[in-house]
């Protein structure tokens, strides 16, 4: 394409970029937007900076330390199932990284203000998809890199691996990572093209796909019978099921095999950089083939694509759900319309918003879908009861980043439309109290279904599933007086994003908090429990006749953990919610 | 310079735009006008490129913006409705991220950023990161970009929302100068004032067709009215039952 062909009156000023000058073009545009982002984060977010570096530094030291003693114990026993491990870890991640790539590049892509500023500039399409595909491999890569590295590093210094294999990890897994993502950037691209019925709900469906590919894999790894874990029949069992993941033509059996020959090249007979090399030499020339077949498609299909997707009918909704609506608007008394009408508000723009109810499914169905699978082991009462404890804080601290995230912005959003609210003859506790209710029903249901799932698949006694379930009610109830109690403190009433809102000083707060209180909640619940279980199986009597531990193990200090799980729970529900309530009926929008 | 060649989109089964046939000369201003969901904004996406017409075809100085997407978008400056920016890039890096992707020579494109800035008074906030903007500061620099450089053809979705009376009166001078220059304006609007006062012609849309096509004048020849307000003229053509003026008009060779 040459300036000879431009005429009209902006032919001396203008001229189409090479398409190396388009990608240092993007590459400027992404590093001016990563750079003011970092110094705005410096400026206004340092606490949440902070937090989260120190927080990935501790998750990276503890997957590390995780990763280096399990090393340490295979080489001694099984040092053959270490390649089969590396297999499994990365071809998991491969899925992964393949879908989340595409719902990533279909939102850059299809749904976002860039693309429409984009297209309308004279850029190649392929360059517009190359530069949403960096942007969208950036978001999805970091997860992968703050998995693997950890575990990768764990086992060069496990097997005394030489620098060489330090140096070829991060070219190892940049160059793995593109290939999936490339795939998932071409599926996104020609499913919003040949799918004409489906493109407006790609997202939805890669999601529901992913769902059941997940849930495929996990009942195919839950096997058919129970059997005592960990046992050599359990063991054989898993390896046999593991096996499926060592395929040749795999991109992670490839990275795999390159980083085990690295580390043992220089000191292992086996071991050869060479044959490393060549497997990476594998990838890059996989994963370039694979952006140029991307680059390809993008060049004839994108405009079109998107042409399509914003030409898209829109449909007359059915209401499915019409009848949670009527019911919620028509039943109870008058005097509790008005808050029955901003619940079904809420609820309506909830299940509207696919970024809100698809991360709700991911992390339940995934938390549900683990849950499930502990049938498979036959874990003695100890365990079980420590891994229900385990599995109640997980749950809660899952539910605290969905109030932070989406619950806590719930007052700030408002801004925009106060004056719809302020105009309803509704009070301004009514509106705080419609967003508790909203966030504790919402939670409660998944969250009790999911503590009654994970005790019921572990076996535990009765008289600990009451217990769990009480302190899941009480999470629940004190998760949303949190996050609404310190949404009305503190709101953004002028700041549209949600993502922002939760992201400043009371989001860190409001999740700060609510991990305190997860925490120091299932402590209480836990102590009298493991202490009791804990004499009876050391044999140790005179902890169960003497002092603090003996009260604390016995039937008081049972009855005592229930009495602060309680207060505790009625305390974060009614602090927050009495701060907020105090704050919003006096604000001035 | 602008040509719509029986142009048509559909929605599904919805026609947005039927059959539109439609050139506007070199240093004309056209307005576009019609009710919500006349067709405007779909007119205007397929002008720049957005979207792809169901049949016919859409040219800018002699580009088709389906096949040559790239050649055609050298010619064309745009201000859509709503200004799509980035929030984490100031005004200043914005309009160069625009001028180097446009191929501007650095010198041309430093001298036309600095009187762009100096006509939409920038000054003040051009070093501030966009997110900090009012939606005024936002359309202003919006449009500063779509003039950087020189285009043969500026179209502009609902160009004056958003702005106060100085910034109206700044972008009306400038359009008047750049037209008398040669440069083509394709505008929709429903500001009734501003299309009479600043439109060469009007074009009239009417669920998905063009129902008018012509000046104030000549519409109301057509309309049998003599004194007739442009508002009164636009209200009695987009009624349901004004198919004898659709059809006169539709019968008309509009080129």
Known sequence: MSTARI????????????????????????????????????????????????????????????????????DALHAEVIPLLFNAFFSSLMLMLLFSAGILLFSGLYCSTEAR????????????????????LWFSCWGFVLLGSPMLVAYGVMRGANWPYYVVILPFMVSFAVIPATV????????????????????????????????????????????????????????????????????????????????????????????????????????????????????????????????????????????????LSGSGSAAGRPLR????????????????????????????????NLRSFNYHTAYASVIGYLNLAVVGLILSTFTTRFVYPMISLEGRRFWILGLLPVGRDQIVWSKFLFSFVGGVVPCVGLVLLSDAMLGLPWHLV???????????????????????????????????????????????VSSLFILTTVLVAAIPVQISSLTAALGVPRLATRGFLSWAGGPQGLVASYVVIVALGIVATLVPLRLGLHAFRRLEP | M?????????YGRKVAVSDLTLAIPRGELFALLGPNGAGKTTTIKMLVGLLQPSRGAVRVCGYD????????????????????????????????????????????????????????????????????????????????????????????DEPMVGLDPRSVRIVK?????????????????????????????????????????????????????????????YLRITEPATDDVATRAESRDVR
């Not at chain 2, 602008?2 to 559909?10: L, N, Q, W």
Request: one cysteine or more.
């Open chain 1, 7 to 74: 005429h009209g009156a902006t032919a001396d000023t203008v001229r189409p970029l090479s398409i190396d000058a388009e990608a240092r073009l993007f590459f400027r545009l992404r590093a001016q937007i990563a750079w003011a982002t970092l110094r705005t984060m410096l400026a206004t977010a340092r606490l949440r900076l902070s937090l989260v570096v120190f927080l990935s530094a501790m998750f990276w030291g503890a997957v590390f330390g995780l990763f280096l003693e399990a090393f340490h114990f295979l």
């Open chain 1, 117 to 136: 500023l984009l297209l309308t500039l004279p850029v190649r399409a392929e360059a517009i998809v190359a530069h949403a595909f960096q942007t969208a």
């Open chain 1, 184 to 327: 998932g950037a071409i599926l996104c691209l020609v499913l919003v093209l040949w799918m004409p019925k489906v493109r407006a709900h790609a997202p939805a469906l890669a999601l529901v796909a992913g769902c059941l590919v997940l849930v495929a894999i996990g009942w195919w790894m839950a096997g058919q019978g129970r059997v005592e874990a960990p046992s050599t029949t359990w063991f054989q069992q898993t390896l046999s099921r593991l096996s499926i993941t060592e395929h040749k033509l795999l991109p992670s059996w490839w990275l795999s095999s390159g980083l085990l020959e690295a580390a043992r090249a220089g000191h292992d007979p086996g071991g050869s950089l060479l044959e490393s090399l060549s497997f990476l030499a594998l990838l890059v020339s996989n994963a370039m083939v694979l952006q140029l077949l991307a680059a390809w498609i993008a060049k004839h299909v994108y405009r079109t694509g998107y042409s399509h997707v914003i030409a898209e009918a829109p449909t007359r909704r059915r209401r499915p759900l019409g009848w949670v609506d009527r019911m």
């Open chain 1, 341 to 372: 009408l901003l619940l079904l508000k809420d609820l309506r723009i909830f299940r509207r918003d696919l970024s809100q109810w698809s991360q709700f499914v991911i992390f339940f169905g995934l938390l549900g879908l683990y849950f499930f």
């Open chain 1, 466 to 512: 009451a217990q769990h379930e009480v302190c899941c009610l009480m999470l629940c109830m004190g998760l949303s007086g949190i996050a609404v109690g310190f949404g009305a403190r503190m709101p953004e009433l002028h700041e549209p994003s949600a993502a922002k809102i939760s992201s400043g000083f009371g989001g860190t707060l409001n999740l700060v």
């Open chain 2, 2 to 10: 602008i040509e719509f060649d029986h142009a048509t989109r559909s």
């Open chain 2, 65 to 156: 913006m389906t096949r040559d997407p790239r050649l055609a978008h050298l010619h064309v400056g745009y201000v859509p409705d709503e200004p799509c920016l980035y929030d984490k890039l100031t005004g200043l890096e914005f309009l160069w991220f625009i001028a180097d992707m446009f191929g501007m020579p650095r010198h041309l494109a430093a001298g036309r950023i600095e009187r762009e800035i100096e006509n939409f008074e920038l000054a003040d906030f051009a070093d501030d990161l966009a997110e900090s903007y009012s939606l005024g500061m936002k359309q202003r620099l919006v449009f500063a970009a779509s003039l950087l450089h020189d285009p043969d053809v500026l179209v502009l």
């Open chain 2, 173 to 233: 001078d400038l359009l008047r100068a750049r037209t008398s220059e040669g440069m083509t304006v394709f505008m929709s609007t429903h500001t009734l004032a501003m299309a009479e006062e600043m439109a060469d012609r009007l074009g009239i849309m009417v669920r998905g067709r063009l129902r008018f096509l012509g000046t104030v004048p000549e519409l109301r020849e057509q309309m049998a009215l003599e004194t007739t307000s442009l508002e009164q003229l």
